[in-house]
């Protein structure tokens, strides 16, 4: 009998065992087929920038979009409020700064990011976004948008103020600025895109100023996409900051739809290491991202953010 419940028991033992073995088998295929299932999704998201069930309108993040060539330092103590930016050819760059009291707009230089030509405004102004274009006839003028105060100044290109007109009405504040050669009706055409914080890009003549026509922004979920700020065409696309964020949007500005949203995580965390390394503490929310210049010669992009020690040189991935 104590044999035979022994030889009973260790039957009941190895059984256990067998089905254990299977149940653990079946297991690990079922979580093989999760990971696969998952690396499937998320392939898909990378490359749609969205899953099936993300219906958010946050900006989703495009990763190893881009390699950091080079920083270039502001050479001082001041810093700015870097409202518009536009690489316009042979290391210089057309910059404009915001703040009362502050604002202004100049000339800066590779590499060592030394200014001219600066007009500085009245303490009355709150400088925004800048462009200097010019007309297929050859002529060029520099155009520099005020916030709320909602006028607008156009230079030449020796800095010298020609007049002031107010931002026309359909736009509701002066936000960022660029321009771009449309063909309308055969002929080429020269016009200012403006955007003013909302989901809308004007469209704005660059002789009279009058708007030609608003283009509403959306993403990929067809929610509207606004905070819209600083502008630059590149390559066919437009690309905006989206203030107080670290993403940039890529804009086809023909079906106002964004193609892809870019993550700059990575300069925004080095600025602030810079802010904490000369004991100027955490980077303030406000000192967000903002500054978009292209150089299309070399295909290479300069960043910057509100008040940072730095430009950043970087290429597309």
């Not at 898909?44 to 958010?56: I, L, Y």
């Not at 518009?84 to 210089?92: F, K, M, R």
């Not at 290491?273 to 300069?302: E, V």
Request: proline residues 4%; negative net charge.
């Amino acid at each position: 009998r104590v044999h035979g419940g022994m030889n009973k028991a260790l039957n009941y033992f190895a059984m256990a065992t067998f089905f254990t073995s299977l149940f653990g088998i079946i297991i690990l295929l079922s979580l093989k087929d999760e990971i696969r299932v998952k690396s499937v999704l998320i392939s898909v998201r990378n490359s749609n920038g969205e899953g099936d069930g993300d219906k958010s309108n946050k900006p989703q993040k495009a990763a190893g979009r881009f390699t950091i060539l080079k920083y270039y330092y502001r050479p001082g103590p001041q810093l700015y409020y870097t409202q518009g930016l536009q690489y316009i050819g042979n290391n210089v760059f057309l910059e404009s700064a915001g703040m009362y009291h502050e604002s202004e707009i100049h000339y800066l230089y590779l590499p060592d990011l030394k200014v001219s030509h600066v007009h500085q405004f009245d303490e009355r102004y709150f400088g925004e976004g800048c462009d200097l274009a010019t007309f297929p006839s050859g002529q060029s003028q520099i155009v520099m948008l005020t916030w709320q105060e909602r006028d607008m100044f156009v230079f030449d290109t020796n800095m010298n103020l020609q007049k002031t007109v107010p931002l026309p009405s359909p736009i509701r504040e002066g936000w960022g600025l660029t321009h771009r050669i449309d063909i309308e009706n055969g002929t080429p055409v020269l016009n200012y895109y403006v955007s003013d914080g909302t989901e809308i890009i004007y469209v704005m003549d660059s002789v009279n100023f009058t708007v030609k026509r608003k283009i509403p922004i959306f993403d990929k979920n067809n929610q509207p996409r606004d905070y819209l700020n600083e502008l630059e065409f590149i390559e066919g696309r437009l690309w905006a900051n989206i203030y107080l964020t670290n993403m940039i949007a890529v804009i086809n500005i023909e079906t106002g739809q964004v193609e892809e949203f870019i993550d700059f995580t990575e300069l925004v965390q080095y600025a602030d290491q810079l802010y904490r390394q000369k004991g100027l503490g955490s980077l303030p929310h406000d000192r967000c991202l903002n500054g978009i210049a292209y150089d299309a010669k070399s295909k290479h992009l300069y960043i910057t953010g509100k008040k940072w020690h730095f430009v950043a040189e970087i290429s597309l991935n």
